[in-house]
């Protein structure tokens, strides 16, 4: 039931001594930040599940990490890997500097947010679509959208054969 009520987020996780984690809305605002030192996977998943239910895991290297990987398992989530690792000037560009505290908040902000606009295009898509049917959980559709259901399947109920 409670599980019902939470939204569906985009998590961005900056691992190491001093851990930090970015939760996003599905409309790309930051709605959670965090950091702790020596921290490990229990810290991060009892913080995300008060914020709400992960779609998307982000890290901002290239290469995923085994913890980025366990909490993804974890929570039925997509891993977002950048293509390239994220530059610490493009980090200090789209960082917000009102709402971070230190540079992991910084990393873990640049990865969710890098996950966001990832996804945009299809967002918008569903956004639109959604307003045009009258469909109501737009969140739910986005989070099918990233598990790669069709906007049209979702919205429908139907099965149309096609996967994205």
């Known amino acids: 039931m409670l599980k019902d009520l939470m939204r569906h987020i985009i998590v961005g996780v900056d691992p190491g001594k001093t851990a930090a984690l970015v939760c996003l809305d599905l409309q790309g605002n930051a709605i959670y930040l965090d950091h702790a030192r020596f921290v490990g996977f229990d810290w991060f998943v ?10 998307i895991i982000a890290s901002d290297k290239k290469n995923s990490t085994h913890l980025i990987n366990r909490l993804a398992a974890a929570f039925g989530s997509k891993v977002f890997v950048p293509p390239t690792d994220i530059s610490v000037h493009k980090k200090e560009s789209i960082a917000d500097k009102r709402i971070i505290s230190n540079l992991h908040e910084r990393d873990a902000l640049a990865a969710a947010l890098a996950a966001y606009k990832s996804y945009s295009h299809k967002f918008n898509q569903a956004e639109k679509l959604a307003r045009e049917t009258n469909y109501e959980d737009i969140d739910k559709l986005k989070a099918m959208v990233v598990k790669k259901y069709s906007i049209h399947e979702t919205i429908t109920g139907k099965k149309t054969g096609k996967r994205k």
């Open 46 to 55: 009892g913080k995300i599940k008060n914020v709400g239910i992960p779609v």
